[in-house]
């Protein structure tokens, strides 16, 4: 095996339990999907008006009531950083996943190419340690309100 991917983000740090230490040991490398927290983290979307009637993302409880709006709150603080950095949020979440090592490769996706310059732009941005504790102050492991997936429940199964 030569690289896992799996969603690594600000708000969906979960590889940090296990996944990173264990592709470290066996020098595997690890590819980022959804760094952006499925564009959350862009800090284009501010209310769930955003979203088009038939966007996946509203599925999600992390995009859903009272969860849309305490996710909100992080992004603002996310964008606040950016701002004193010269940054969008986008590349402050892109410049602080790069930051968690050299063997970490974040894929974003994007649609329009002055997206994809703003996201490469994130490579210029050296985040000081004392940004990174603000950043982590900001956003804790855990942080995030909802869970990233609907839960389905065994009684909705064909089984």
């Keep these: 095996m030569a690289a896992l991917q ?7 740090r979960d ?5 990173l230490d264990t592709v470290r040991e066996l020098g595997i490398g690890f590819v ?33 009531g009272e969860n849309f709006y305490k ?4 992004v603002n603080q996310v964008k606040a950083i950016a701002a004193e950095k010269g940054a969008t949020p986008s590349q402050l979440a892109l410049a602080w ?7 970490i490769v974040p894929i974003p996706g ?4 002055r997206y994809l310059e703003e996201n490469v732009g994130a490579t210029e941005i050296t985040l000081t340690p004392n ?14 309100a909802g869970d990233r997936y609907p839960v389905q429940h065994m009684s909705t199964l064909n089984l």
């Design 6 to 12: 799996t969603e690594y983000s600000l708000w969906s």
């Design 15 to 19: 590889p940090e339990d296990e996944i």
């Design 32 to 64: 980022a999907y959804s760094p952006l927290g499925r564009g959350f983290l862009s800090g284009a979307i501010t209310s769930p008006d955003d979203f088009a009637e038939d966007d996946y993302r509203l599925m999600s409880p992390r995009f859903q």
């Design 71 to 74: 996710n909100l709150e992080l």
């Design 97 to 103: 996943l790069l930051a968690q090592g050299n063997d």
């Design 110 to 113: 994007t649609k329009r190419r």
């Design 131 to 144: 940004d990174l504790r603000r950043i982590e102050e900001v956003a804790p492991k855990g942080f995030a």
